[in-house]
């Protein structure tokens, strides 16, 4: 599964890289390495939505923060890969 | 927002720039074509040229440039011949400060017996056939009465490129010529301009439908910053969202990502030129072939932060817009073309903005946010030096950085001939072709001095502080 963390110009200001450290830690602690290709790209568009916008595979999944990281890794990911 | 030029021939020709481009996104270009040269030239009387019709002839000439120029050139620096004004060439002239003293001490410095005195006036007199304009006769003279006429074309090439053709216009001579601009930017009549590619731009907009089918990424250079002075950066990043971008990136990630780069190869290598400025790249393989193996082998920033999108969204096109007309040149190699697909420079920007219709002033921020302090600061010379010393400093390198930086080719020259000797007293060197650095760019809307405050300025307004921490991510 390739998850991509925008880490274009709204998003970094955001919070970007702190989502990427929460997913690198996430990744490890499942032991998920060889399952999840982590990305970084650049805008997504939703650039009018608080929090910061991934994609899991084809979908979009905006607002994410630290707050409701896990409930978003659990909901969108881990249950695909698991 | 009111745009101000440096002069009236830049003001010309974003003129015709904007009526291009404005043509090519209504598709409507072919129908106003022959309209165009009156639209810009109205008459009846002419402002510029002896009369009206070479006025607009030249407007036609200056259309064909900005729709990309004669193919069959590979230079992207071109002479518009009916624009030259075949300035007269003269070289050293004795000019009426001439008090013709009895010292005479311009003949004696002549080795070329081309000094000789007029019997009524008393006055030096120049020999022209005689005379090879070495200029000794100048510097002896105490009145400075002895100048030396050169075509501002001829004056601003640092790399004698420019000649006359046998109808005395100017030509440029494509093997030496590094494509600074400088020419461009100093002829006074607009006789020699830079080939756009604005019509490949429009195309990839529109064919993308405006980044709906694909992305277009628009790439900034950090000079960008200095450019837009009545308005936010911010807003002119939603200008460029208005245009067609899906994002704008920008460049200083690249610059982040190079000296970080580079610093761990003059650390390998122990001696090292820059790679960024594509003027001093290629000032450095047309002059100094032998230290051509000492030219950093990173990418410039624009290609290092266009090859880490293109690697990610394949399918995604990049456009870099910047003040550099060098940079045209540069994706035409194959180690960049696979990464960059247009280059536009400030000038052509502004044109499609207003084609567009887009007011800058009205429209919202967009926040402009990739890359650290030092990255930013690239923009201006000495920028690069400082950047690569951070990185040093962030690898814990115990390397002795001993960099110099240099700006304009009469610098970058003496610089490359003390390290040619190899008796030197620095390790690295940080070209750049511009005086100033990119901040005097040839296509730069406007060049002031307080332009390298507000790349200072802008840069210290990142969010990521060092280095590292804003190229962590982008392995």
Known sequence: MVVEVCVGSSCHLKGSYEVIELFKARIAKDKLEDKIDLKGTFCLGKCGIAGVSIRVDEQIITGVTPGNFDEVFDTYILSKVA | MEIKFDTSVQELKYKVLKEIAKGLFNDTLLEEYNEIPQRISPGPKSTMRCCIYKERAIVLERMKLALGGNKNIDNVVEVIRIACDECPLGGYEVTNRCRGCIAHRCQKECHRDAIRFDEVTRTAVIDKTKCVNCGMCAKACQYNAIQNYLRPCVQACKVKAISMDEDH????????????????????????????????????????????KYPVYAI?????SSQYKGVQLGQVVTALKNLGFQDVVEAALGADMVAYAEAKELEEKGFLTSSCCPTFVSFIKKNFPTLTDKISHNLSPMATIAKWIKEHHPECKIMFIGPCIAKKQEIKDERVAPYVDVTLTFEELQAMIDAKGIDIDSLEESPLDNASYY?????????????????????????????ISVDGLDNCRLALIKARTGKIDFNFIEGMGCVGGCIGGPACLTHEPRDKADIDAYGKLSKEQTIQDSIKYYE
């Open chain 2, 169 to 212: 216009a100017a030509k440029i001579d494509d093997e030496k010529c590094v494509q600074c601009g400088a020419c461009v930017y100093q002829c006074p009549f607009g006789a020699i301009m830079d080939k756009s590619m604005m019509k490949e731009a429009i195309d990839i907009l529109k064919d993308s439908d405006y980044s709906k």
């Open chain 2, 220 to 224: 900034v250079a950090p000079s960008i």
């Open chain 2, 375 to 403: 990255g930013r600061i690239f923009a201006r010379a000495g920028g690069l030096t400082d950047a690569v010393k951070e990185a040093l400093a962030e690898q814990s390198s115990t390397f002795p950085a001993k960099p």
